[in-house]
C-alpha cells in the first residue's frame, strides 16, 4: 500500500534514507549504536526521528529502517520505540513490523521478476538479495513466505549467512561493499542543510557540523566545505541579519 501510494513501482528503493525524509514527516540519523541495540524511533511533538545502528552492514541498516518506519506508521511510538536484537520476534508489533520491512523492500511482483528463469535456490536468494539491497538472509525468509522455497532450504541459506554466498554466487566486491557501510556517520538531511546554510552565513561556527558529522580532522572538514562553496562570505551573502537564522528554518522547513 506504501508502494502503491507514493508511486514506487516495485523495483529496488534506491537512496533509501533520503526517499523517507522526503515522502514522510520523519527525520533519519545512521550512526554506531551498541551491539545489542539495532534503531529507535522516537516521536516529540509533530517530529519523528529514525536512528538505525550504523555498526551493522548497509544491508541490515536497510531492513532496520524499513522496519522502524512501520513503527511510525501505525503508531507504535509511546513516544520512544527501541529495537533490541534478539527481541523482534517477541511481539505482533515487531512480527508487524518485520513483514512490512520484507514486503517494503522486497515487494512480491519485483521478486517474481528478479527471479526468474532460475532453478537455484541459493542462487535465488542471492539475487533478490543484491536486487533489492537486502541480506542473503531477508531474501531467503521473504522467498519462504512468499511460497518460492521450501521452509527448509529457507532455514538452511538464512542461517548459512550472507558472506558465504555471496562470494559463491556473486563477487566478492558485493560482500565488500555491504561491510563498507559499517560504521557511516549520516545526519538527518534536512538538520544537515540547515546546518551548512548557516555556516555558509556566518551564523554558526564549524562546530556544530563537526559534531553532526562525528568528525575529528576539523581543518580536512573546514577545506571540504570551502571546496564546495559553503565558506563563510560576507562578500557573497552580506551582513546577517538579526532574523537570518529564522529565515533559514523557514527555508528548509519540513516539506520544502
Known sequence: QVRRALGLGDGPLARFPELLEERFRLDVDLSPLPEAVDGLCVSVSDRTLVLVGSSKPSS???????????????????????????????????????AFAAHLLMPESGVRRAIEGMDDDAERA????????????AAAYQLGNLGLLPDTVRDRLAAAGSKPLLMRYALPSDWQQDERGRGQIR????????????????????EPIVDLLQRPDRDQLRQELEDAGLAPDEDIFGPASPNALDEILGEMAPGR
Open 60 to 98: 541490515r541498516q536497510r531492513f532496520t529502517l524499513a522496519h522502524e518506519l512501520a513503527h511510525h506508521l501505525v503508531d507504535d511510538l509511546d513516544p520512544l520505540y527501541v529495537d533490541e536484537r534478539g527481541a523482534r520476534t517477541r511481539s505482533l508489533a515487531e512480527m508487524r513490523a518485520n
Open 126 to 137: 542471492v539475487r533478490v538479495a543484491l536486487t533489492f539491497g537486502t541480506s542473503v538472509s
Open 187 to 206: 545526519p538527518p538531511g534536512r538538520l544537515y542543510a540547515r546546518a551548512t546554510l548557516a555556516f555558509g552565513r556566518g551564523l554558526i561556527g564549524l
